[in-house]
């Protein structure tokens, strides 16, 4: 039944996201949101940018009509309106990093303002840690601090970790796609414990709307999506998974290639004295080019991984499960980031 209750949303959702971007194909060009390829050292002529509008105007119009407004869902779309709108300006005028930070941090207390908040989280190795001992009030909400935290810098991660991301043209949109599935699929399966209706509704149209995109983003792209959208997307599924209560150590086992090279990358710019803002093309998906993959066949491999560890997850049912499946991933993003780099210098 609950299953059902997503098929219309869902199909709504896909629809109005493919007609969007179908129109967008041929108003972008008239009022110029065109990408800037030679900006990049890319020789091809510019396409359509700023398609993550589309995403995010698909999914604003499902929620109003499909899910009740809450005032947690409220907050939700209140940060997702703030974040495309600066992400929009970013793709637009390149704006501070520090400034897309501090955006993102008050996306996060936003929503923590609408009282989304996770009172604990489970250790592996003992009790678990809880995270609303030190309350107060803020606008007539229960305010957790620890809680706050921990959500404002997760979805901070999320959305950097997803723009990231974007690096060849429909993998981020293909892996906010299996993201969603996931989250869709363990909040349905969780519904007979706890009443899930709005996860399972936003889940299936954020998912049927990425995959609407996905057809146009899947290289070679017909329209990228831009900052907008990947920033949209990251918000989104982090949110998904403290919405559903508090499944972030799955969402990590569907994005533990992109975190870990996210971090990693951090790491290394940091140790080059470099800026850990400033882009470079190092990432994991930069490299499987460089040691002779095609475009698609990278997407293909980075699909895999977000798939295979995603449905680990959905069997998965405890803690120290995750755990496990958390080290094994890292161990696994070792071995490969290590066979990747050798084969990329015996290339030079």
């Given at each position: 039944?609950?299953?059902?209750?997503?098929?219309?949303?869902?199909?709504?959702?896909?629809?109005?996201?493919?007609?969007?971007?179908?129109?967008?194909?041929?108003?972008?060009?008239?009022?110029?949101?065109?990408?800037?390829?030679?900006?990049?050292?890319?020789?091809?002529?510019?396409?359509?940018?700023?398609?993550?509008?589309?995403?995010?105007?698909?999914?604003?119009?499902?929620?109003?009509?499909?899910?009740?407004?809450?005032?947690?869902?409220?907050?939700?779309?209140?940060?997702?309106?703030?974040?495309?709108?600066?992400?929009?300006?970013?793709?637009?005028?390149?704006?501070?990093p520090?400034?897309r930070?501090?955006?993102?941090?008050?996306?996060?207390?936003?929503?923590?303002?609408?009282?989304?908040?996770?009172?604990s989280?489970?250790?592996?190795?003992?009790?678990?840690?809880?995270?609303d001992?030190?309350?107060?009030?803020?606008?007539?909400?229960?305010?957790?601090?620890?809680?706050a935290?921990?959500?404002i810098?997760?979805?901070?991660?999320?959305?950097?970790?997803?723009n990231?991301?974007?690096?060849?043209?429909?993998?981020?949109?293909?892996?906010?796609?299996i993201?969603?599935?996931?989250?869709?699929?363990?909040?349905?399966q969780?519904?007979?414990?706890?009443?899930?209706?709005?996860?399972?509704?936003?889940?299936?149209?954020?998912?049927a709307?990425?995959?609407?995109?996905?057809?146009?983003?899947?290289?070679?792209?017909?329209?990228?999506?831009?900052?907008?959208?990947?920033?949209?997307?990251?918000?989104?599924?982090?949110?998904?998974?403290v919405?559903?209560?508090?499944?972030?150590?799955?969402?990590?086992?569907?994005?533990?290639?992109?975190?870990?090279?996210?971090?990693?990358?951090i790491?290394?710019?940091?140790?080059?004295?470099?800026?850990?803002?400033?882009?470079?093309?190092?990432?994991?998906h930069?490299?499987?080019?460089?040691?002779?993959?095609?475009?698609?066949?990278?997407l293909?491999?980075?699909?895999?991984?977000?798939?295979?560890?995603?449905?680990?997850?959905?069997?998965?049912?405890?803690?120290?499960?995750?755990?496990?499946?958390?080290?094994?991933?890292?161990?696994?993003?070792?071995?490969?980031?290590?066979?990747?780099?050798?084969?990329?210098?015996?290339?030079?």
């Amino acid at each position: 039944m609950m299953f059902q209750s997503a098929v219309y949303p869902a199909i709504f959702s896909f629809l109005i996201t493919l007609i969007g971007v179908i129109a967008a194909l041929k108003f972008f060009p008239k009022i110029g949101l065109m990408d800037r390829p030679h900006d990049y050292g890319i020789n091809r002529g510019p396409i359509p940018y700023s398609g993550g509008l589309i995403l995010f105007l698909s999914f604003l119009l499902s929620t109003l009509i499909f899910v009740d407004l809450s005032r947690q869902v409220v907050a939700v779309l209140f940060a997702a309106i703030l974040i495309t709108f600066v992400s929009f300006w970013d793709d637009r005028f390149r704006i501070s990093p520090f400034l897309r930070l501090g955006v993102q941090g008050l996306a996060g207390v936003i929503v923590v303002l609408g009282g989304i908040g996770i009172r604990s989280i489970t250790n592996p190795f003992g009790d678990p840690i809880i995270l609303d001992a030190v309350r107060f009030q803020v606008l007539g909400t229960e305010i957790w601090l620890f809680s706050a935290l921990v959500i404002i810098a997760w979805l901070g991660l999320m959305m950097n970790v997803m723009n990231w991301l974007d690096g060849i043209s429909g993998l981020t949109s293909g892996v906010g796609v299996i993201g969603s599935i996931v989250m869709f699929t363990l909040s349905v399966q969780g519904f007979h414990i706890l009443d899930q209706t709005t996860v399972v509704i936003m889940s299936a149209t954020l998912g049927a709307s990425a995959l609407a995109f996905w057809f146009f983003d899947f290289y070679p792209p017909k329209i990228l999506m831009g900052d907008i959208g990947s920033m949209f997307l990251g918000l989104m599924l982090g949110i998904l998974a403290v919405f559903s209560g508090g499944k972030l150590a799955t969402v990590l086992l569907i994005m533990g290639f992109p975190v870990l090279d996210a971090f990693w990358t951090i790491f290394r710019r940091i140790f080059s004295r470099q800026s850990p803002f400033k882009g470079d093309l190092k990432h994991f998906h930069h490299r499987l080019l460089r040691v002779g993959l095609s475009e698609r066949r990278a997407l293909l491999v980075n699909y895999f991984l977000c798939a295979a560890f995603g449905g680990i997850a959905l069997f998965l049912g405890s803690a120290r499960e995750k755990a496990i499946a958390l080290v094994i991933l890292f161990a696994a993003m070792i071995i490969a980031a290590f066979l990747v780099v050798k084969m990329e210098r015996n290339g030079d």
